[in-house]
């Protein structure tokens, strides 16, 4: 079982190193949705059953109100963001999906992840590479809107 999903959220961090595994691992679903329910394209379970319960446990701590989602308001927003900078959205070019994000407020956040992921034995190399992927298409981003 991956470890990341046992680990309570209890700060901004935690909850965002979440999301980013999720999305590491192709294992991303709508927030809204049960983890029991997520299938895979052959039809099996994405989750174990003991998966999905920690899962479960999970979600409702991204909806606690100690978190301050700030300018990307919820974790929803978070993982759209994800999907959104790996071009993985189908977004109208004219359409500014940034709009209204604090990009330099994000990008200060994801290096802070960054340092976390520096000390945390349960990440793999392949995993910090991804989220300095992530990092640096963020701070493209960030770039041509200044």
Known sequence: MNKIYATKI???IKAKKFIINLHYNNKAFHFEDSPSDIINGDGSPTFTPS???NLEDRLDELYNDNLNWRSIECP???SLMIHNLLGEL???E???WFMGIDLEDELKQINDILYDYVNDNRISRDEFKYVEYLCGL????WKGKK
Request: charged residues 60%; glycine residues 6%; aromatic residues 6%.
């Open 51 to 53: 998966e999905a319960k």
């Open 94 to 96: 004219d359409e500014d």
């Open 76 to 78: 929803i927003g978070y």
């Open 138 to 141: 963020l701070h493209k981003e």
């Open 10 to 12: 209890d700060d901004i």
């Open 90 to 92: 189908d977004v109208d």
